[in-house]
C-alpha cells in the first residue's frame, strides 16, 4: 500500500484514513461536512501527493509532446501549462495530462499509477527527437489550496499568485522552502492554487497552509465537490474504452494545434457525427449511494452505468456521474439505477450540477 509523502502529518492531523486504488488516502479528519463547508466558503487544503510527476527535458521535448497529446504544447511559454489527453488511433483516452512548462524542462502530472505506463507509451513513439523523460513521482510535495480565498491565501504565503490562465505558475518561497505556485483548473469549481515544492520541504508548506487559515480536506468532501462539478477523473470515470468526445473534454483539445494521435476521430466525431454515450449526472432518490459500474435504465431496458456516486452535501441526497445513452442523456429525463435486486429511482441532470 501507497502512502502519501505527508503521512504523519495527515495522521496527526487527525485523519480517518482508508484505502483508494492502490494508495492510503485521508477519507475525513472528523467532519467532512465542514471540510466540505470550508472549500465552498473559505479555504481547503488537499494532499496531491498521489500523483504522478514525469520530467521532460531536451530541445525537442515541446516539439514531441505537441505531436503526441490533444493540447497544444509548443506555443506553451515558461510559467504557462496546459490539460490534454494521450489517446490511441481509435480516439479513445489512455491517459489525462496535466503539463507544466519550465524554462529548462516540462513537468507532466499523471493520474495516481500511472507515471510508469505513460513513460513507456510515450518511449514507444520517440526516435530521433531529442527528448528525455525521467519518472520524478514521490520527489515533489504537492498540495492544494482550494475554495473562495485560496487565492487570498496563497498571496499571504508567497506575496504573489500566477496569472489567471489554468496551470499558469510561478516560483517563491514559505519559509526556508522553494515553491511553485500554481493556478489549478477548477476540480471542485471553485478557484485552486497548487504549492509545490520537494518532498523533503512538504512540512514546511503543510504547517504555513494549516497556520494561515486552511482547514485539511479529505476525499469525502473532494468527492462531493468534484462530482458536483462533474469533474472526470481517469481511473474512476473515464478509462482506455472512452472516447475523448463522451466526456466534458473542452479544456483538453485545440483544434488548431495540428495533428497528434486520435486527432482525426476526435474531428470526425465533430464535423460529421457524434458519439454514442455521453458522462452526465444523475440525482437519486433517497439516501442509497450506488457502486460503479451500476446499471442505469429506462424500464427494463439498461441505458448506461454510473462511474462515480457520492453523497452530496450541497444537495443533500446521493448524485453520480453516469455514462448514459445519448437519446436519453437529457436534463429531466426519468431513469433508474440497479442497485442489487432493486431500483433507485433518479433523474438525469445536466453538469455542473445546480444547487
Not at 104 to 132: H, N, Q, V, W, Y
Not at 213 to 221: E, K, L, S
Amino acid at each position: 500500500m501507497n502512502r502519501l509523502p505527508l503521512h504523519d502529518a495527515h495522521v496527526a492531523a487527525g485523519a480517518k484514513l482508508g484505502t483508494v486504488g492502490d494508495w492510503e488516502l485521508p477519507l475525513d479528519y472528523g467532519d467532512a461536512a465542514a471540510e466540505y463547508a470550508a472549500v465552498r466558503t473559505g479555504a481547503g487544503l488537499v494532499d496531491r501527493g498521489d500523483r504522478g510527476v514525469l520530467e521532460i527535458t531536451g530541445k525537442d521535448r515541446a516539439k514531441f509532446l505537441h505531436a503526441m497529446v490533444s493540447n497544444d504544447v509548443a506555443s506553451l511559454q515558461p510559467g504557462q501549462g496546459t490539460a490534454a489527453t494521450f489517446l490511441d488511433v481509435h480516439g479513445k483516452v489512455q491517459v489525462v495530462l496535466d503539463l507544466w512548462a519550465l524554462d529548462d524542462r516540462i513537468l507532466m502530472l499523471t493520474p495516481p499509477g500511472m507515471s510508469e505506463k505513460t513513460l513507456a507509451d510515450f518511449d514507444k513513439f520517440l526516435f530521433s527527437e531529442k527528448a528525455d523523460f525521467r519518472d520524478a513521482t514521490g520527489e515533489l510535495a504537492m498540495l492544494v489550496l482550494v475554495g473562495p480565498a485560496s487565492l487570498s491565501l496563497a498571496e499571504a504565503l508567497v506575496g504573489a499568485t500566477p496569472a489567471d490562465a489554468a496551470w499558469s505558475h510561478i516560483t517563491g518561497r514559505i519559509g526556508s522552502a522553494e515553491v511553485r505556485v500554481v493556478r489549478g483548473a477548477g476540480e471542485t469549481g471553485k478557484p485552486e492554487v497548487w504549492l509545490v515544492a520537494t518532498a523533503a520541504d512538504g512540512p514546511v508548506l503543510w504547517r504555513a497552509a494549516l497556520d494561515a487559515g486552511a482547514r485539511p480536506v479529505g476525499r469525502t468532501a473532494m468527492e462531493s465537490l468534484r462530482v458536483e462539478a462533474g469533474t472526470a477523473v481517469f481511473g474512476q470515470d473515464v478509462d482506455d474504452t472512452v472516447l475523448l468526445p463522451e466526456i466534458p473534454f473542452t479544456h483538453l483539445v485545440s483544434y488548431t494545434k495540428g495533428c497528434y494521435i486520435g486527432q482525426e476521430v476526435v474531428v470526425r466525431i465533430r464535423d460529421r457525427g457524434h458519439v454514442n454515450r455521453l458522462l452526465t449526472g444523475l440525482r437519486l432518490d433517497g439516501a442509497e449511494i450506488p457502486p460503479p459500474g451500476a446499471e442505469v435504465r429506462m424500464g427494463p431496458d439498461t441505458v448506461g452505468r454510473v462511474t462515480s456516486a457520492t453523497w452530496s452535501f450541497g444537495l443533500d441526497a446521493p448524485i453520480a456521474l453516469a455514462f448514459i445513452r445519448r437519446q436519453h442523456a437529457a436534463a429531466g429525463t426519468i431513469v433508474s439505477v440497479q442497485t442489487g435486486d432493486r431500483p433507485l429511482g433518479a433523474v438525469v441532470s445536466a453538469l455542473p450540477f445546480a444547487r
